[in-house]
C-alpha cells in the first residue's frame, strides 16, 4: 500500500509569509503527527492529529497551527514566517490505536529567507 | 518526564565493521523503536520492540525493559548504513500517545 506522500518536498518563502504543507497518511491510518527538524538538531514535535483532533501538542508558538480532514489527510500552517522556521518538516502516520508505531513521509524543507 | 538517552552521539567506522548503539531511557516504557534517517532526510522505521530481541537481516535489536536500555546492532556496515539512527519511546504512565525521542547516534561508515 502507499507510504506517507507529503507535499511540497521543497519550497522557499520569505519573511513574513505563511506555508502550508500538506500530509496524506498510510490508508487506514487515523494518526498524523508532525515534527520539526532544523540542521544538527533531533525531531521536534509539533502536534498529533487523531480522527480530525489535535491530540497532542508541543512547545511551539501560535504560528504553527494544524488541520486534519476527515479523510485523515493533514495540514500544517506556519504563519509570519521567520529565519529560524527553515527546516525539515515530517510528518508520521500510525493507526492512532494500539501500538504506536510510526511510519514517516519524506519530508517537506522549507527555507526562509 | 522520561529521559532518553543515545549513545555514542558520533560514531565513524570502516565499512565492514560491527557497530553497538545503545539507548537508556529512565522509566518503564510500553515500546521502543529505532529509527534510521538517511543523508537525504528519510526517517525508516527499523524496529518496534519493546522487549526481547529482534533481527532483520544485518541489523538486530535488544531491548532489556527491566533495566531500561536497548542496543542495536549493525554487522558487516555498508556505506548505506550512514546516516542517524534514533530511538523513540513511548512512556508508560502517560497517555498523551506522544512518543519521547533521543538525540541520535550520527554513524558515518567509510568505504
Known amino acids: 500500500k502507499a507510504g506517507v506522500t507529503q507535499t511540497p518536498r521543497y519550497l522557499i518563502k520569505t519573511r513574513g509569509q505563511q506555508v502550508t504543507l500538506s500530509c496524506s497518511p498510510i490508508s487506514g491510518h487515523r494518526s498524523v503527527s508532525w515534527y520539526q527538524q532544523t540542521p544538527g538538531q533531533g525531531l521536534q514535535f509539533l502536534f498529533e492529529y487523531f480522527s480530525e483532533t489535535q491530540r497532542n501538542k508541543g512547545n511551539f508558538p501560535g504560528r504553527f497551527s494544524g488541520r486534519q480532514f476527515s479523510n485523515s489527510r493533514s495540514e500544517m500552517n506556519v504563519s509570519t514566517l521567520e529565519l529560524g522556521d527553515s527546516a525539515l518538516y515530517l510528518c508520521a502516520s500510525s493507526p492512532g490505536t494500539g501500538a504506536n508505531v510510526l511510519t514517516f513521509g519524506a519530508g517537506s524543507r522549507l527555507t526562509v529567507l | 518526564g522520561i529521559q532518553v538517552e543515545q549513545s555514542p552521539p558520533d560514531l565513524i567506522l570502516q565499512e565492514g565493521a560491527n557497530s553497538t548503539l545503545r539507548c537508556n531511557f529512565s522509566d518503564s516504557v510500553n515500546n521502543l523503536q529505532w529509527f534510521h534517517q538517511n543523508p537525504w532526510g528519510q526517517l525508516i522505521n527499523l524496529f518496534y520492540?519493546?522487549?526481547?530481541?529482534k533481527q532483520n537481516g544485518r541489523l538486530s535489536a535488544t531491548t532489556v525493559a527491566t533495566e531500561r536500555y536497548s542496543l542495536l546492532y549493525i554487522s558487516s556496515s555498508q556505506t548505506t548504513d550512514s546516516g542517524v539512527y534514533f530511538c523513540?519511546?513511548?512512556?508508560?504512565?502517560?497517555?498523551?500517545?506522544?512518543?519521547?525521542w533521543g538525540a541520535g547516534t550520527k554513524l558515518i561508515i567509510k568505504p
Open positions: 523513540a519511546v513511548d512512556p508508560f504512565m502517560d497517555s498523551n500517545y506522544q512518543l519521547i
Open positions: 520492540i519493546p522487549s526481547g530481541t
